[in-house]
C-alpha cells in the first residue's frame, strides 16, 4: 500500500530534525523549470538510427549513436545546448533549498539545485568528478553529489550504457559513499517517475548497494488520471497502465521505498510547504521597536517583552531577533535569562540575532539589503510576533514603523503566522485589526480559538502571563501540528 502525506511528513519531518535525512533528485524537477527530457533530448538521435520514436531504452540509443559515429560529440553538444539555458529554480526548488539539509544526490546534469541553495545564501559543495570526494569545501552547508556528471563538463558525463556498465569502474567512490548514505539517512526520491531511461541503472545500484540493509526511504508517484470516458480501449489503457502503477508500488519496497501518491503535481509543492512550516515551527521572529512607548508605557512594554523572551525559551522554542528599537534587547535579554538558568543549554543553538547593517554592499542599495535580510530571517521562522513599532518622523512626532509592517507583509506573503500584541499600539494596533477581521486566512485550522488569543492581546488589562500565554497559544494554532 502507498504511503499516505502525513505519514510521510512526520517520519520525513523526523529524519530532518535528527539530521539524517537526504534528498535523490530525478529529471522530473528539471523538466518542470523548462528542461528537456530523456525523450526530448535524443529524439533527433533516434529518428537518425530508424529507432520507434517511443522507444524506452534509450541509453542503447545514446550508445548506438556512438557506435554508429565513433565519437559522442555531437550528445556533448547537446548537453551543453540543452543543459545550460538560462533557466530558473522552480518553486519546488526553491522549497526544498530552505530545508536544513546537507546532503543531496542528484541524476541531473543542470545547475538548478546549485542556484535554489545559492539563492538561499548556502554554500554548495558540487560534487560531479570521483577525485572531488577527497576536498572539502569550507564552511559548507550542502553537499551536492552529481553522480552522472555535469553539462559543463559533457565528456566526462554519465550518458551511453558504456558509461553505465564501467560505472563502478570509474565513478566507484560514489557508489561507496551512496551506500553509506542509503544505509545512514532516509531519502526523499523527487522528480522520479520511475520511468525515466536511466531509473533501472540507479535501481539495480541502489538495491545492489543496500544489500539486507533497508532502510525506509520515500518518493512521489502521480496516480494515473482517470479518464472521462471509460469505455473500450482507453479503459483498457487506464487498468493497464493502473495495475502496472500497483505493481512499481510494490517492487519499490524491494528497496526500501515507500510511495507517497498524489492526484496532482501541485499536491507535491503543498507537502514541501507543510515541511517547511513544520520544520521551522519553533523558530519565533519577533519584529517591533519603540521610540514611543504608549500606551503602556516603558516599564510595562520592557516587561512584555522580557517575559515573552522568557517564554520562547521556556516552551521550547527558538528566538530570532533583528534587534528593533527599545524592543529587541528587552527580549533577548528575557530569553538569555531563561537559557542561563539551564545549564549545558547551547545558547546558540536558541538564538538568531541579526541587527541589521547601516550599510549596504557594493551593488545594492540599503532598501534592497535590509529588504532580502528581513526575507532571509523570516523564511526560517515558523510565527512572527509584532510588539509596538513606532519609530520618530524626523519632527518631534512618532510614525508607525514601516519597517515592521513589512515584515508583516513579507510574513505574510510566506504563510507564517502573524501574533500581533495589539495592546502595545502602533504598527501592532494596525496589524492586529487586520489579523482580527481576517482571522479564518491566518488561523483557519480553529478561528475560533485563535479570536480568544487575540482578544486578549489586544487587552492592555491583560497580564504578562495572559499576553505571553496567548502568543504561544497563537504559536500552538499556527502549525505545531499537521
Known amino acids: 500500500m502507498p504511503t499516505g502525506k502525513a505519514s510521510f511528513i512526520r517520519q520525513y519531518l523526523k529524519a530532518i530534525e535528527e539530521g539524517n535525512a537526504a534528498l535523490f533528485v530525478g529529471a522530473g524537477l528539471s523538466r518542470s523549470a523548462g528542461f528537456v527530457d530523456w525523450r526530448a533530448l535524443l529524439s533527433d ?13 534509450l541509453v542503447a540509443a545514446a550508445q548506438y549513436h556512438v557506435n554508429e559515429h565513433g565519437s559522442r560529440g555531437r550528445l556533448n553538444q547537446l548537453l551543453i545546448d540543452e543543459f545550460t539555458k538560462g533557466t530558473h529554480p522552480t518553486r519546488n526548488h526553491q522549497l526544498l533549498a ?4 546537507d546532503t543531496i544526490w542528484t541524476t541531473n546534469y543542470d545547475h538548478l539545485l546549485e542556484d535554489a541553495f545559492r539563492n538561499e545564501h548556502k554554500s554548495v559543495d558540487v560534487k560531479h568528478r570521483q577525485d572531488q570526494l577527497a576536498y572539502t569545501t569550507p564552511g559548507r552547508d550542502v553537499i551536492l553529489f552529481k553522480m552522472h556528471g555535469d553539462a559543463d563538463s559533457p565528456s566526462e558525463a554519465v550518458l551511453v550504457k558504456e558509461d553505465y556498465e564501467t560505472y563502478h569502474q570509474t565513478r566507484r567512490l560514489f557508489s561507496y559513499r551512496l551506500q553509506g548514505d542509503l ?10 517517475s520511475f520511468t525515466d531511461p536511466n531509473i533501472n541503472y540507479v535501481l539495480a545500484r541502489i538495491r545492489g548497494l543496500m544489500d539486507e540493509n533497508v532502510r525506509t526511504h520515500f518518493c512521489f508517484m502521480r496516480k494515473h488520471p482517470k479518464p472521462k470516458s471509460a469505455k473500450g480501449k482507453v479503459k483498457a489503457d487506464y487498468e493497464y497502465a493502473s495495475r502496472r502503477q500497483e505493481l512499481l508500488i510494490r517492487d519499490l519496497k524491494r528497496y526500501g521505498i515507500q510511495v507517497v501518491l498524489v492526484d496532482e503535481y501541485s499536491e507535491i509543492t503543498e507537502v514541501l510547504e507543510t515541511l517547511n512550516r513544520l520544520v521551522y515551527r519553533k523558530n ?21 517583552c522580557r517575559s515573552i523572551g522568557t517564554g520562547v525559551v521556556e516552551n521550547g522554542h527558538n528566538l530570532t531577533s533583528g534587534f528593533g528599537l527599545g524592543i529587541g534587547g528587552w527580549v533577548i535579554l528575557g530569553a538569555m535569562e531563561a537559557l542561563y538558568s539551564r545549564p549545558g543549554v ?8 541579526r541587527p541589521f547593517p547601516q550599510a549596504a554592499p557594493r551593488g545594492m542599495s ?36 514601516d519597517g515592521c509592517v513589512r515584515e508583516f507583509e513579507i510574513a505574510e506573503k510566506i504563510g507564517l ?8 499600539g502602533h504598527a501592532a494596533a494596525q496589524l492586529w485589526q487586520r489579523v482580527h477581521d481576517h482571522v479564518e486566512d491566518y488561523y483557519p485550522k480553529d478561528p475560533r480559538r485563535a479570536r480568544v488569543h487575540l482578544a486578549v492581546l489586544n487587552d492592555p488589562g491583560s497580564t504578562d502571563a495572559d499576553l505571553v500565554a496567548s502568543v504561544f497559544g497563537l504559536v500552538d494554532l499556527a502549525g505545531g501540528t499537521l
Not at 45 to 57: A, G, Q, R, Y
Not at 417 to 424: E, N, Q, V
Open 183 to 192: 544505509v545512514s539517512r532516509t531519502f526523499l526520491f523527487i522528480g522520479f
Open 98 to 101: 530552505r530545508l536544513p539539509l
Open 417 to 424: 503566522a502573524p501574533i500581533p500584541i495589539g495592546a502595545t
Open 284 to 304: 519565533i521572529f519577533v519584529s517591533g521597536s519603540a521610540h514611543d512607548y504608549s500606551p503602556l508605557g516603558a516599564t510595562r512594554v520592557e516587561s512584555i
Open 366 to 401: 540599503r532598501p534592497e539589503l535590509w529588504e532580502r535580510y528581513r526575507t532571509d530571517m523570516l523564511s526560517r521562522a515558523g510565527s512572527v510576533v509584532f510588539i509596538s513599532g513606532n519609530k520618530s518622523d524626523g519632527r518631534g512626532g512618532v510614525a508607525v514603523a
Open 346 to 353: 547551547r545558547t546558540w543553538d536558541r538564538l538568531t540575532l
Open 45 to 57: 538521435i533516434v529518428v537518425e538510427l530508424k529507432l520507434d520514436p517511443n522507444t524506452d531504452d
